[in-house]
């Protein structure tokens, strides 16, 4: 690993969507608009995991720093997330997803960052998770820390809201176990020694596990809650379908395994 980041360094949003075109077209909007989005040093990567309907007008046509991987099917979160990666040209990679809304100052947070981490001693960090917001301003969980099969059974008699994130008051900045892949920021250099999230998970639980491997590799995850997004729609917050309940059972064991 080496000390990357600097004045030089590309940043790639990676957006991916299913059945998400209003919020994907409504996030790309105020990232283009946002005066310190430039394609000499910030692009977005729209990867479609075969959404039924046509892409929108707006995002079909060429333009300056914006771009969509169009799949021929669904193969997950982390099959879209490694899509975006390939066809990205950013030394960072920003993973948003389509229902998080960003604020005036978010990319130049971001970009600062990014020429932070070229004087830290210590190199950069390999996956950094910032701030998120619920729309009525209050905390939304974000960080937790590596799954435990006792913590699994303690998990079943608490609040499902209260699962699979820690406390807020539990969090500080710096080091943490794993973040959430809802807004993420990934070192290039790492995913690329990873080779990709897992493409084994298909949803949820795959952040745990890029996590986990980046720490086995010697690469720091960190928690920045200096900078803030919101976030409409998490699964915490949300009824689940028999479904989804079995796809987030089996990532789980999908993690122990």
């Not at 790639?12 to 059945?19: A, G, K, P, R, W």
């Amino acid at each position: 690993m080496n000390n990357a980041g600097g004045r030089n360094d590309r940043l790639s949003v990676i957006v991916v969507n299913y059945n998400s075109w209003p919020d994907v077209a409504r996030l790309v909007e105020t990232i283009a608009a946002d005066p310190d989005f430039s394609p000499d040093r910030c692009e977005v990567v729209i990867v479609d995991n075969a959404s039924k309907g046509a892409v929108p007008p707006e995002l079909s046509r060429p333009r300056p720093g914006v771009r969509l991987v169009a799949r021929s099917d669904n193969g997950g979160f982390a099959v879209g997330v490694n899509s975006g990666w390939r066809a990205s040209r950013g030394t960072w990679l920003l993973l948003l997803n389509p229902d998080v809304e960003i604020e005036p100052g978010f990319l130049r947070c971001i970009l600062d960052r990014l020429d932070e981490f070229g004087s830290n001693p210590a190199g950069p960090p390999g996956i950094v998770g910032f701030g998120l917001k619920n729309p009525d301003g209050s905390w939304q969980g974000s960080v937790g820390v590596f799954p435990s099969l006792v913590r699994t059974v303690q998990e079943q008699f608490i609040p499902r809201v209260r699962r699979k994130y820690q406390a807020d008051w539990r969090v500080r900045p710096g080091q943490v176990d794993w973040v959430t892949g809802a807004c993420m920021l990934v070192n290039g250099e790492m995913i690329a020694e990873l080779g990709g999230m897992d493409e084994d998970f298909f949803l949820y639980h795959e952040e745990v596990a890029f996590s986990r491997s980046a720490q086995d590799r010697g690469w720091r995850v960190e928690y920045d809650p200096g900078v803030q997004v919101v976030h409409h729609s998490p699964l915490q917050n949300r009824s689940v379908s028999p479904k989804m309940r079995v796809i987030t059972r089996h990532s789980k064991l999908l993690y122990f395994l």
